[in-house]
């Protein structure tokens, strides 16, 4: 199903050819992100991601843009809390032009100082932007609440103090330390030549020795007791999270909590969805989700609700967990979020750009690429029991996290603690 090849100095290449279709999509995953940053330089990952697309060694930023966009293809990046990812979407015939401008922007970035200077304002007003956003916001501070003292915690595009802070040769060294050979995986799907890409890949790369990768800071949670954070501001709608901790990448619940997932809180039909605004009305926007990560995660559910809805919506979302915990799962309820699951997991890789992301997104951050098949029938395997099993274990009181942003909401503290406090004791 994959080809997976790994080269002297660490780097490896994975591939899937993709009979029928007239595309490929080609990706650049580097094993760092924010959690990889001291305090001083929180958004540096998300900062030298920007910078990639001003210019390389051999191409300008017009010329980058220009050259895979001209052919009719898109680009584009991303920064997340482990990984960043540069990638591209092209057809198949473009795989040598497009292999070599992506290669040398990850390898060679010129980190012009006025380009540093004009992104450094752009960035900022990224973050001014999240700011105002109050989804964003409670994300936020959900996530501060849930990592303490970790840079899982903080902003992945950083702090005004810390991005006015950083300096060219902050950026250089982050660089030279993570964009490795050994900390990068080459990731494409779809109407590709194996061995264009393999000759692309080897010049770009192969004179590059190994290096040694840095360990991760693993996150150890010692909370004891639930935390809330309330911050009342002056917008329509109360923002809201509750959360648990999760599970990691590799952990072998992981399909378990996948269905728990869908059947709580992923759907039009999962519990939350019919409970919160089908039968309430009590939001318009309700889901829950997973967060995982090499060594932790997170579970949690976040609600748009009314300013007078928020007290009902908390007790309603705490109903629901403990009814979780307390009374199963019924068989109907299972197969539905098993095939709903299932469905999804097998229809994104039927796109070339979503089958380059799972390939590369796994195969660093796990070693290994799980096929279809294989996702099937872990899928199946699960039972009401194990849905049960993981909910008791993950949906703990003393570890709950609880975050909201909204009109005077911080009126309304002492009765969501009062909420809380009663389902500690449920």
Known sequence: MYKIREYPNGLRLITKKMPSVASAALGFWVNTGSRNE????????????????????????????????????SLNAFTAEENTCYYAKFLGK?????????????????????????ERTVIIEEIKMYKDLPAYQVQEIYDAITWPGHALGRNIAGTITSVSGLTRRDIAAY????????????????????????????????????????????????????????????????????????????????YALGVMNVLFGGNMSSRLFNEVREKRGLAYAIASHA?????????????????KNFVEATHVILEETARLKRDGVAAGELRRAKEFLTAQSV????????????????????????????VRRRIARVTAADVVR?????????????????PQVAKEEAVIRKAVDSFARS
């Open 175 to 254: 660089h030279g330390r993570w964009y490795r050979p050994a900390s990068v995986v080459v990731s494409c799907a779809g109407d590709l030549d194996e061995e264009v890409l393999d000759a692309c890949v080897s010049r770009a790369f192969g004179k590059l020795k190994r290096t040694q990768e840095a360990p991760i800071d693993v996150f150890t949670d010692a909370a004891k007791a639930p935390c809330i954070r309330i911050v009342s501001k002056d917008i329509e709608q109360t923002n809201l999270i509750i959360g648990f901790p999760g599970l990691e990448r590799t952990h072998k619940d992981r």
């Open 390 to 406: 993981v909910a008791r274990r993950l949906l703990s009181p003393p570890r709950m996290r609880v975050a909201a942003v909204g």
């Open 291 to 307: 967060k995982r990560f090499k060594d932790n995660g997170a579970f949690f559910v976040y609600a748009g609700v009314d300013r």
């Open 94 to 118: 473009h795989l040598k032009k497009v292999g070599t401008v992506l290669a040398d922007m990850v390898l060679h970035p010129l980190l012009k100082p006025k380009d540093i200077e004009k």
């Open 38 to 73: 001291e305090t001083r330089l929180n958004g540096v990952s998300h900062y030298l991601e920007h910078l990639l697309f001003k210019g390389s060694r051999r191409f300008s930023g017009d010329t980058i843009k220009e050259s895979i966009e001209g052919l009719g293809g």
């Open 347 to 374: 229809m994104a890789l039927d796109d070339t750009m979503d089958h380059m992301l799972w390939m590369g997104e796994a195969l660093l951050n796990t070693g290994m690429v799980q096929t279809k098949e294989e």
